[in-house]
């Protein structure tokens, strides 16, 4: 059987992290993101007292939760099974190989009725700058590589729940737009965030400099702001799913009904065929 090429070079992601790291790392979206599981958690009203956070970066959900085993990411995750009661995967899931894997990983780590949280880039993130670059590229080298992740569409990314045999999954997403003095400013909030190229099929000889000049051009012209500033969209798609328990509510079986649709309803039922009015 053929093995699938890998999308992401792991070894480049990693020193794209370090680079953040060092020269202190651009964590507005994390921490944004760190507040509205703050808010989900607090929806859930319920104490968790053995939580884990996988992430790349760990300051924003420290501040959430204190207590949480802090996990770097892996392809294999240092997480003990049955060891939690809440595991959130926190913005690095968009840049997983395997992502089904990384949630049975997390999925075994909790116990019967935790919960798991994930929150990663969706499919609508930057689609601006993805525009931009491949437009730019075509026009002034008449071919086009791969430069900008492609993150998985929000009905996808909510099938990986139910492949990893988490119950109860609902998948969401949230819209984020923030604006930049110029582009250039993106690619440097890009860097900060160690989120610049780490695609395995990525280009590996320095791109030309009019590719970047056209594609900056571009993006002003097409994606300004009235105020003049550009504006880039990022898409906080939201997993959550809950380790299986006898607890849980679960689907009737088809034909357990006690009452009628149309009684519930106040309407008249006909058999099929008849019209109404006969």
């Known amino acids: ?86 595991v959130v995967h926190a913005m690095g899931l968009h840049w997983a190989n395997d992502p089904v894997g990384q949630i049975v990983q997390s999925a075994r780590a909790l116990r019967p009725d935790g919960l798991f949280i994930a929150v990663m880039f969706g499919g609508q993130t930057l689609n601006e700058l993805r525009a931009a670059l491949a437009e730019a590229e075509v026009s002034v080298t008449g071919g086009l590589s791969p430069r900008v992740l492609p993150m998985g569409e929000i009905r996808d990314l909510g099938a990986l729940l139910q492949r990893s045999g988490l119950a109860l999954p609902v998948a969401d997403s949230v819209m984020r737009k923030v604006t930049y003095e110029t582009p250039l400013r993106l690619l440097a909030d890009l860097r900060g965030m160690g989120e610049a190229n780490a695609l395995a099929s990525r280009l590996r000889r320095p791109t030309r400099r009019t590719v970047f000049a056209e594609a900056m051009a571009r993006y002003t012209r097409a994606f300004a702001e009235p105020d003049g500033r550009v504006r880039a969209s990022f898409e906080m798609v939201w997993l959550t799913g809950w380790k299986p328990h006898e607890s849980q509510q679960k689907p009737l079986r088809p034909g357990s009904a006690q009452a009628r649709l149309a009684e519930a309803l106040g309407a008249t039922e006909f058999k099929t065929g008849d019209k109404a009015g006969r």
């Open 1 to 86: 059987m053929t093995t699938p090429p890998l999308l992401t070079d792991q070894s480049a992601l990693m020193r794209n992290r370090a680079r953040a790291m060092a020269r202190g790392p651009e964590l507005f979206l994390h921490e944004d993101a760190a507040l509205e599981l703050e808010e989900r958690l607090n929806e859930v009203n319920r104490t968790f007292t053995a939580p884990a956070v996988v992430a790349p970066f760990f300051a924003p959900w420290q501040k959430i939760l204190p207590t949480a085993k802090l996990v770097p990411e892996s392809e294999v995750l240092d997480l003990e099974a049955g060891a939690h009661d809440l």
